[in-house]
């Protein structure tokens, strides 16, 4: 397995801040698949430069992996759930916090793109499982999200809120930002939130050229309904 080169932006928790400037301390990263497994332990020196993020590289075998991030002499760690395209180098951003981690319960979409993908700010948005293809989009719903792009992908988490929980899965959308400031949403095959079954679902949705020339002369502010947007569950 080749798998990635990972650069990781640490920011460090309270502790950590105390530490003089240039000071180096350690870290442990470890990848855990759904069984539990390591496939991957590292420790890892950083440098404290004034409340600016650290930096740590290091390299993963392609997959979806929680990532837990440890500065034990501190009584600092993070944890999260990541997935590592092939050959693909990524970056990521974490935060240690004081005490023991919080994990939260994400749907991830992930995926290979090319750099005009990155040039249409894309995000994405929520709207009610009953919207019309082809015609006005309505409100989006509420949706947290954090979304990190590289320069050949992409690496979303969603959260979902309760509220969604309890009136069922609604629909997702990719937003799209054109030249003139409009926006093209599309609609994806992605029910949103899904059940928690101990361990995220992973969507890869890779986007070519020919799906971005596809948008040129489409309507902006309806719901696009396209089928060679696809996506695959991993």
Not at 56 to 70: H, K, M, T, V
Not at 191 to 218: A, S
Request: glycine content about 6%.
């Amino acid at each position: 397995m080749i798998g990635a080169h990972v650069i990781l932006h640490l920011g460090l928790c309270n502790a950590m801040l105390k530490l003089p400037q240039g000071a180096t301390a350690r870290v442990h990263v470890r990848l855990m698949d759904h069984l539990g497994h390591p496939h991957a332990e590292q420790d890892l020196s950083i440098k404290r430069y004034g409340d600016s993020p650290a930096r740590a590289e290091f390299d993963a075998p392609p997959g979806l992996y929680q990532l837990q991030i440890s500065a034990a002499q501190f009584r600092c760690y993070a944890d999260d759930y990541v997935f590592f395209l092939d050959q693909h180098n990524r970056t990521i951003s974490e935060q240690l916090s004081d005490g023991a981690p919080v994990l939260t319960q994400p749907m991830l979409i992930d995926g290979t793109a090319p750099p005009s993908f990155m040039y249409l700010s894309p995000t994405y948005v929520l709207f009610d499982k009953d919207t019309p293809c082809d015609k006005p989009v309505p409100d989006p719903l509420p949706l947290h999200l954090t979304v990190e792009n590289d320069q050949d992908s992409f690496y979303i988490w969603l959260y979902p809120d309760q509220s969604l929980i309890q009136h069922g899965p609604q629909m997702i959308a990719l937003q799209l930002q054109t030249a003139t400031g409009e926006e093209h949403y599309i609609k994806l095959k992605i029910p949103f939130p899904q059940p928690w079954g101990g361990f995220p679902n992973q969507i890869q949705f890779n986007v070519t050229d020919n799906e971005i020339d596809w948008l040129t002369g489409q309507p902006t502010g309806v719901l696009l309904c396209p089928r060679l947007f696809r996506t695959s569950a991993g």
